[in-house]
């Protein structure tokens, strides 16, 4: 069924040598970079003074990958086509540094790095040395949308970049060690999901060079037959180029290139003019090559060349002159003097083999998607609002009266095809079922009568895997688009790591002059901790929030609005912002509702709010603050005032919300921290503060420990408790509910001390509580159907 | 190439029909679990009062689990194998639940759940009730190693338990929408780490009933061939039994497993008495039935079963007297009379039909793995020590060290086969090569003469996915074996979902009276963040710490040695542990060394602890605390107090070094917390306390916010600083380094106000080596070769 490959005379003799040249030319520059401080044409005799004194960098994957590169250029050139490149092995930076070199990119962006010996000295000089570039393909790449750090997500971005953009290809180098990653495993998968008409194509080329660290890889050391049979299982028509030796090499890798683009052209002509929509078996390419191509074939008598000792340093002690001729024959081995003119400026006829202008893969437009994205065209957000006579008095499902704004949104985008949702079959569970109104789920697989909103142009975009959805949507983001992933709160932390990396990502990219801001990261985190009824205690974790914190203060925010009409102003928020992760946490449960629209803009405008409507200190000093985060927090929060109310209608409490958790922090630690004078007027400079968060209730403490009330503050929160039980039960097991809190209140307000009827009356209602959904599984009906009093 | 599903003449009539009457039986308990409060073999006309107010539940699974475990018991009877059952889709609990009910295996360890009506009534009514059991396998499930929470781990856990099992066979259900994560995807190629001699092995059970919550899954969807030439690719040989017409499917599954179990034989066989040694193509089943199967076709007129709307409770309103009627009806469907006597007790034919004692799998020993488990037999750390004539006399890489110690380890239980290493390719990077010494990496696939320590019998396992390194381990100590992962720091976030399941398991499992504890499980986490010098700014991330001290306090422990034999007390420490998790965080390049072999013990055993000969307090009160957590803060404080000495030989300094993180929180929160009194003579109640910290500071403010002297606290830690740099310079970037820290005490110690000389040199210091590394790549002679110069 796979093609074999094809020794096409595409490569005349003269052709060939030229790409030969160029592939000699970008190996030298990686050993260059590797290795070099100076002499980089080694027009002097090599010294250990030309040698950096610390070598740091990667050189077995490198030569394959410009191998490739050099490959795919002959091909854009003779097809024209728009080609992104994804290197999944990220530690080739030296090779996809020197290509983006050759190509003049480089020198374009970067002046000092400029064609000639000066610049070739300063290009081997930056490389991995403090003050200049990483050892990775990173946001300093030109022509790079994937960080070359943590493995696995290659091709996710690629599908992800190819999504509504129908003229362009990603080629996608997935390194062998990569592919035995989890995320990188099913994200193959990505091809059920791509629509040939509307998206682009996605070319994979699974680089088999054998060796990880000190290890073979699997797939590089199962039989030909079994890796055919799972790459067609997966769904692909793969093409094989395996060798050594370069002529045949080359001549294998042309003819797969011009096989792959030829389907891929031929496939999207079926799908776009003749109607065929059956899913296609998508060309991909495997290439097995030595790792280390090319380099020493051994080093001190030990096997390097198409071994694992190739992977970093193939040898590393320069002291020893030996090591110091071998550096030397090896970078003449290809032949510099041939490569580089007398000012040290590539020759003209190899260099005439880049593309030109934006068909460089290192000037893909889409590489730098920030320049390409278009503010999404937002309906007006207060149209949707709930309409709440006084507060408590409407009951709905927040995420819901989300899902219509965001149909809306999908609606008034829809032409302009930027806008997509990602999750984990969970778009409908998580309540945003209004969605289908107006779009289906991308879907390319089988399909029967019977099915409910699977379409090929779905922009909806779900599969089981957390790391797809992630990746998808990195990938959309990078290239200019926007996008939204909404997940159950205690499943996002599957993808903690890729949130890391891409949170790194804007960090620097926010540090690359020519890298224009991308849409932001905008999650939505339902099927809460506290409304886990079904799931119990494996679904219960509040701490992707600790994990978001822990970065740059700059590029996060987390939004915990209590309500529909908060949560429409935070989205709508969201969804303009830039170069951020907003965290949006919401419930889905039918809840009651506390703000109107113009109380919810002005709460959420100020991030945190004194609520005086549920608050009786009247302007004055209050004897006890209680403070919430969170739509159930709030709820609770409610009930304990109104029962404070009860007991001691002298009892002068004050009620804040908190929308923005960031509010807390001191202002000089992140930009939404209120001034400390603002946070004392709130929090007052001694009163106890009861605070009631949604998640592990340590973090208010790290976010506010330097706030002068902060040792009065007493936070509850999710304390790791809880089972398949009654959402009443769950916030009492973590005694975040309201009898706790009062009985906290009774504890830190010194007028209250030995109140015996009050806490009996509370400990009563406690038991009163375990015993009725013993009996009955429910919880009791005046904590079920509780209302905020004040306004009826 | 695969086998086709045989119609054998296992399955007799009389057989046939007896297995079918169990399976109605346990799909009519499991739906009595999801829906009946009481009436629970329906004597009296079905009511409202009969049935719960809340259905929580997944009934979608459940039919086709309780089909696999019947005929499991069969094939298990007739070969008398010994096998654990793993249910993938862990919602499918109802139905786990209900086969170990049937078995007697549930009423032997829960006696008030008895045999018998009343026991029936019990059964159904704690299903997803408060106060009973969740609606997932969890670990309250007799038989059960698996937490039906968080999808994708099931195949990893059940090539982790047959490690070093050879009798034992895992019967493994992967549900279709968990084939769609990561973690699973990857998880097939375990096959290449099997010894079919010395290891069990796996059955693996695609279950493909083709919906996830609201969507189609991907592998019922792509093409037979295509899905058997992906199964293939994976190294199986898939047996496919497809249908829903229950005789034939009995048939089928019958001659299926008769098939696969004579497979396993046969290729344990081979590679036993015959010597075999080529991989084996492991046999595994695909079974493709309706979801929901023999469930309600239609619901209110919709398609329900065969269709994701039966995922969960496929009719919950059950205010409509219809659905009344079709719950009865659906009940009355699998003839309970004919399944249960007058005393609701399984008929004893029926009953005949499973295993006996411990050949049940709910039985199987190995599912309560701590009851098996046996200490490891440690050598004597203290054989291992470094010999350290004075602090900072002798350098050493820490974790080279702790190999050494690991390799006879792993040398002392060769014999009992219950010890080995996991890490995703980097045991030698992280310097544990000794361990080749005495043991070979797992491997089995493809081998060249070159290759390096690949063994079948290897008992060091790397595949470069954290996640299969995790399952393999949790599956391992599971069943009752010790282990260690090690990993860089950075990438263990890959896991931070997977530690959050274990730990929750650990948790509940402490809770349930029959359960032992399990060995715990350790990390090695090193190449930490402070020494990514090859790999920058994306390798930097030292939050794994902060995800672990989120649960529960009795669980997690976390270790920061500062050097080599500090790392040998934890290390040995952490291996004689049960029911934690142990993080530690050692560093693998040369760092110089602090405490002799009985200074370490002594600190360790503290867990935090005064360093007397860095400090010049003599019992007295300091002017400044110098307080230090990790190898590289430990380094940088000694050399910030040396400097100190220097500028102000009167300055009273005093270093706290701190081993045991969990002592800085209050006793009332974490066992190991100091008293505030030992704290306070450490921290001292009002002097100023510098603490440089291996992590994101604001965790230490956390951990000791509810501390006397909390408000002189100054940390310094990662604060998202990094690239690819120097070591010096990333400690710089972070403020971390010796000369912020002196700044530090400068601005905090009232004596020192104004020192303009000393921070004049500080500044110049700082500019002096930014020059340095510009020109040279390295550090500063001086900071790079420093030794506390307190013993010289």
């Given at each position: 069924m796979a093609a074999e490959p094809t020794t096409t005379d595409t490569l005349t003799p003269e052709l060939l040598t030229r790409m030969n040249a160029w592939w000699r030319a970008a190996n030298y520059l990686s050993v260059g970079q590797i290795y070099?401080?100076?002499?980089p044409l080694l027009?002097?005799?090599?010294?250990?003074?030309?040698?950096?004194p610390r070598l740091l960098g990667h050189w077995g994957t490198t030569p394959g990958l410009n191998f490739i590169y050099v490959h795919l250029n002959r091909v854009i050139r003779d097809t024209d086509s728009k080609v992104l490149f994804i290197a999944?092995?990220?530690?080739g930076a030296p090779g996809v540094v020197a290509a983006t070199y050759l190509e003049g990119t480089y020198s374009e962006l970067y002046?000092?790095?400029?064609?000639?010996e000066e610049g070739l000295r300063r290009l081997f000089r930056q490389f991995s040395f403090p003050g200049g570039i990483p050892s990775?393909?990173?946001?300093?790449?030109?022509?790079?949308?994937?960080?070359?750090?943590?493995?696995?997500?290659s091709l996710s971005h690629a599908y992800g970049a190819v999504l509504d953009n129908p003229d362009l290809i990603v080629a996608c180098v997935v390194g062998d060690g990569e592919a035995e990653t989890g995320p990188l495993a099913t994200s193959w998968h990505g091809n059920k999901f791509l629509n040939p008409v509307g998206d682009g194509a996605v070319l994979p080329i699974l680089h088999l060079?054998?060796?990880?660290i000190a290890n073979p890889t699997v797939l590089a050391r199962i039989s030909p037959e079994e890796l055919k049979s799972l790459l067609q299982g997966y769904g692909y028509d793969p093409i094989f180029v395996e060798g050594e030796d370069p002529d045949p090499m080359h001549h294998a890798m042309a003819g797969a290139l011009d096989e792959a683009f030829a389907r891929i052209a031929a496939i999207q002509k079926a799908a776009r003019?003749?109607?065929?929509?059956e899913r296609p078996r998508w060309p991909m390419i495997v290439l097995r090559s030595p790792?280390?191509?090319?380099?020493?074939?051994?080093v001190d008598g030990k096997?390097?060349?198409?071994?694992?000792?190739?992977?970093?340093?193939?040898?590393?002690?320069?002291?020893?002159p030996e090591h110091l001729t071998l550096l030397e024959d090896w970078m003449k081995s290809y032949r510099p003097e041939e490569l580089f003119?007398?000012?040290?400026?590539?020759?003209p006829e190899i260099a005439a083999l880049a593309p030109e202008g934006e068909r460089r893969m290192s000037a893909n437009p889409h590489a730098n998607g920030g320049a390409l994205r278009r503010p999404l065209r937002l309906p007006?957000?207060?149209?949707?609002?709930l309409d709440i006579?006084?507060?408590?008095a409407v009951e709905a499902e927040s995420t819901h009266v989300m899902g219509v704004f965001l149909r809306d949104v999908m609606k008034e985008n829809l032409a302009s095809r930027n806008f997509r949702v990602f999750g984990p079959d969970e778009t409908a569970s998580n309540r945003l079922q209004a969605l289908f109104e107006v779009t289906d789920r991308a879907w390319n697989a089988q399909t029967f009568s019977?099915?409910?909103?699977?379409?090929?142009?779905?922009?909806?975009t779900e599969i089981l895997s957390e790391h797809m959805c992630q990746g998808w949507l990195e990938g959309y983001l990078l290239t200019g688009r926007h996008g939204l992933f909404s997940c159950y709160e205690a499943f996002i932390h599957i993808i903690d790591s890729m949130f890391n990396q891409h949170a790194k990502w804007l960090k620097t990219a926010g540090e690359v002059e020519w890298r224009r801001p991308i849409a932001s990261l905008n999650y939505l985190l339902t099927s809460h901790v506290w409304r886990q009824d079904h799931n119990g205690f494996s679904h219960q974790d509040p701490g992707f929030i600790d994990h978001v914190v822990n970065k740059k203060a700059d590029i996060v925010r987390v939004y915990l609005p209590p309500d529909a009409n908060t949560l429409l102003y935070v989205t709508d928020h969201c969804l303009r912002s830039w170069n951020r992760v907003n965290v949006i946490v919401a419930g889905k449960q039918p809840a009651p509702q506390w703000l109107d629209m113009d109380a919810a803009i002005k709460h959420c405008t100020q991030g945190i709010g004194l609520w005086e409507w549920a608050s009786n200190d009247h302007g004055g000093d209050p004897d006890v603050v209680l403070a919430c985060a969170g739509d159930v927090p709030t709820l609770e929060t409610l009930a304990a005032t109104s029962l404070l109310r009860e007991f001691f209608p002298d009892l002068k409490v004050r009620v804040v919300n908190v929308v923005?958790?960031?509010?807390?922090?001191p202002k000089s630690e992140h930009p939404h921290g209120l001034s400390d004078a603002d946070f004392d007027a709130l929090f007052t400079k001694d009163k106890p503060v009861i605070f009631a968060y949604h998640?592990?209730?340590w973090l208010i403490h790290r976010l506010?420990?330097?706030?002068?009330n902060h040792n009065n503050m007493h936070v509850r929160g999710y304390v790791e408790e809880g089972s398949t039980t009654t959402p009443f039960d769950m916030v009492v097991r973590n005694r975040l509910d309201r009898f706790h809190l009062v009985a906290d209140v009774l504890d830190r307000v010194p007028k209250l001390a030995g109140q015996v009827h009050a806490r009996q009356a509370i400990r009563d209602k406690l038991t009163e509580h375990a015993r009725y959904i013993r009996a009955?599984?429910?919880?009791?009906p005046e904590v079920r159907d509780w209302r905020w009093p004040g306004g009826e």
């Open positions: 070099l401080l100076d002499n027009r002097e005799k090599l010294t250990l003074d030309h040698v950096k999944g092995p990220g530690h002046p000092d790095i400029s064609r000639d990775h393909a990173a946001p300093e790449t030109p022509g790079s949308i994937h960080e070359g750090g943590e493995l696995g997500y060079n054998g060796y990880k003019e003749e109607g065929e929509t790792k280390g191509w090319t380099g020493p074939k051994t096997k390097t060349e198409g071994f694992w000792r190739s992977h970093q340093v193939p040898f590393s002690d320069m002291s020893k003119d007398d000012d040290g400026r590539l020759r007006d957000f207060t149209d949707y609002a006579p006084h507060p408590g019977y099915d409910d909103h699977l379409a090929l142009n779905g922009r909806v923005d958790l960031m509010t807390l922090q998640g592990y209730p506010a420990y330097r706030r002068n009955h599984g429910l919880d009791l």
